[in-house]
Each structure stands twice: as C-alpha cells, then as structure tokens.
C-alpha cells in the first residue's frame, strides 16, 4: 500500500522540504524555483493530493469571494432586470478569470450594517455595488471601515475609492440632439431615481441639448421615478397627461423605455409617429422591442468585467482606479 497524502505536511516530508515550500509551490511563488516546483507538482499530482481551500483561504485571511450587493426581489418587476442579470454575468467572467467567486448580497436600502456582517466573518473580500440601488449612507459606511469596494454608475473623481461608470451627460446630450435633429420639439425627459448622479448627469445632457436647439428645459416634461418598468410605464401616462403635445421622449433605461412604448401605443398614438423614443443601455432585449428600439449604448459586459478586474486589483494592490466607458447612440425604429 503506497503512501497517504491528505496533507501539505505528507507532501512536504515525501519532497524533502518544507511545508511553506510546498504551499508556495503549489500556489506558483516566483520564490520557488522551477525545478522545485515541478517535483512537488508531480508528487502532489501522483498521489492525487488536493489543497484544502478553505483552510489555505482561512489561513491566508481571504476568502477569495466578492458579493456583488443589490436590493431585494421585487415581485411586481413584469420582466427580470435583464441590465442587472447582464452586467452580473460580465462581473461573474471576470471574477472567474481572477479565480474568485461571486456572493450575491440583497440588502435592506435602511440597513448601514450589513458590510460588518461580511467582512467581520470573513465571508468576502470585498464588494461591488451598483449607484442606482445603494444609498449614499451605505457608501458612507463602507468608506467609514475602510472597506474594499467598486461600484458601477459614480462619475470619475477623486472618490477615494474605486468606480466603474458611463458617461453619462454625453449619453444624455446624444440622445436629445438626435431626438432634437429628427424634427421633434417636444422632448420629455423620463429620468431615473432623481437623486443618483449619473440620472444627474443624463438630465444635463439633455439639457445641454436642448440650449444647443435653442430651447429650454419645460418642467411639466420633466419627470423622475425608479427604473422598474411599471413605474416606467405609469411615469409615461403622467407625461403624457400633463403634456399632450410632446412628440418624444428619453428614457433613462430601456426597460422603462419599452413599459413606455406600451403607454404610448395604448393611449392611441404611434411609435414613432406621433411620438418618438429613445431609451438607454442598449440591453439584448432593446432590439427585439416593437419597434425597435433607438437607445444609447453602454457596454454592459465590459462594465461587468472592468468592476470584477479592477476590485480585484484594488484588493492585490491597494490602487484605486475609476473609468469611464463611451457612450454610443445605437439608432433604430423607435426614433
């Protein structure tokens, strides 16, 4: 009967070394050299040995998972959030790639306690979050523990922590002019959460737009809500009875957009004929709309990818980064 290999400690005895040789070997340090690393890799491989990962994270105090933080299930969302389930997927590939793993963390918008649970477990690392479904006192406390994290949607700046975003007020800007240089000339704007930055920054481009025609901002066609689409939808009924004469609308996400679309169907009139809409993120359903749908594109995969790298360099490096990703007018039959 050969010899039981369960741990590093059998491992290091049958090599003749020891046991943080063995570790470092297997985990590939650039202080083992290469002949060492190979004998230890064929004695491992041999006996079918299998590092504990639980133990090694334990003992290296990191949990090699990051929970990507967002609000609760809400039951009365018509279709899932395709923007969160997309820009979930680009995270996951790029945790993946960093051989980490992804905790999907729902928290309570009124909690501010919820990063002591995770971390004081040692349960994550770190966490990505998304500006339209945290509050500033959630930021706040993270920054106040000095807490690993990235998050999607905050303009660049001197944070002091690390954000992935679009850009925002070119985003808005593009989507009016193009309304704007259709021959509309009354464009609504149907906003997301008022308070989120980039809703902000959106709203600006639209205005911006809007004094570049050399017209002003009417604030009966001016409307915020959540980005659910019934909200969405009854948004656009608001809009649409406080002004009957608006001949387009932006809408900050395209599945308030499409929500949106249905009201302006519904109440008699036609897309775009009557009225024209343009929406934002180009998620994959946005070509599949009826119309189609004309939105401003922000590349969701890449955003996911970029919050799982550059959290991850953050926690191997302590930099802090912040990008910008273009935004793109993707032109199709809504407008």
Sequence with gaps: MGTRVHTIADVARLAGVSKSTVSRALNDSPLIGAETKERIR???????????????RLSLKQSNTVAFVTYPYRADYAVPDVFLLEIMNGISGGLHDGQYDM???????????????????GRVDGFILLS??????????????????????????????CSVSGDSFTGGKIATAHLLEGGRKRVAFLGG????????????????????????????LVTHTDYSPPSGAAAMARLLE???DLDAVFVNSDLMAIAAMDVIRDGGRRVPDDVAVVGYDDISIAAQANPPLTTVRQNIQLAGRLLAQNLIQHLQTGVITNVSIPAELVVRQSA
Excluded: K, M
């Excluded at 989120?196 to 920054?201: A, I, L, R």
């Design 103 to 121: 905790l999907v963390v729902h928290v309570d918008p009124r909690d501010e306690d919820w990063p002591r649970r995770y971390l004081d477990t």
């Design 132 to 161: 339209a479904t945290c509050t500033q006192g959630q930021i706040g406390t993270l920054v106040e523990r000095n807490a690993p994290f990235i998050i999607w949607g905050v303009p660049q700046g001197a944070h002091g922590y």
């Design 193 to 220: 959460i008022a308070a989120s930055q980039e809703v902000q920054d959106r709203f600006r481009g639209y205005e911006a737009a809007l004094h570049q025609a050399g017209t002003s901002v009417d604030p009966a």
């Design 242 to 244: 406080q002004c009957p």
């Design 42 to 56: 064929a004695i491992a491989e041999e006996h079918h040995f299998q590092p504990n990962v639980p133990a090694r």
